[in-house]
């Protein structure tokens, strides 16, 4: 799957080990590590297992998320023109084949 960033805070968060563990700690840090790789193997967001795969709802509707540790995850959107939907108007993640990470960090907070 293509991976995208929102900005190059996230692109060097995701990139650079030492920022990672300095900013999520070294538990989400490895995680991230995981997960960047879990999407880059991914031929669509639907082949994803690991993390508690889930399309978030409400004020992140539109968004995917990816458990990180201690409550932070990792959040894309479909990176597409048009965004592939089905027949009721929901994102089809099945077709979603590049994405932008939009967050990282606890969300609840």
């Known amino acids: 799957m293509q991976i995208n960033f929102l900005d190059q805070k996230l692109r060097k968060l995701c990139e650079n080990k030492r920022e990672a563990e300095k900013k999520l700690g070294s ?17 669509h967001v639907r082949e994803l297992i690991a993390g508690r795969p889930h399309p978030l709802v409400h004020d992140r509707l539109g968004q995917f998320s990816l458990d990180l ?25 099945a077709e979603v084949t590049s994405v932008t990470i939009v967050f990282i960090g606890d969300y609840h907070d």
Do not use: M, Q, T
């Not at 995850?73 to 027949?87: A, E, S």
């Open 27 to 43: 538990d989400s840090a490895r995680k991230l590590r995981s997960r960047l790789s879990d999407l880059e193997a991914a031929a």
């Open 69 to 93: 540790a201690g409550g932070k995850r990792l959040v894309f959107k479909p990176d597409h023109k048009p965004i592939p939907v089905d027949d009721y108007g929901n994102i089809e993640w």
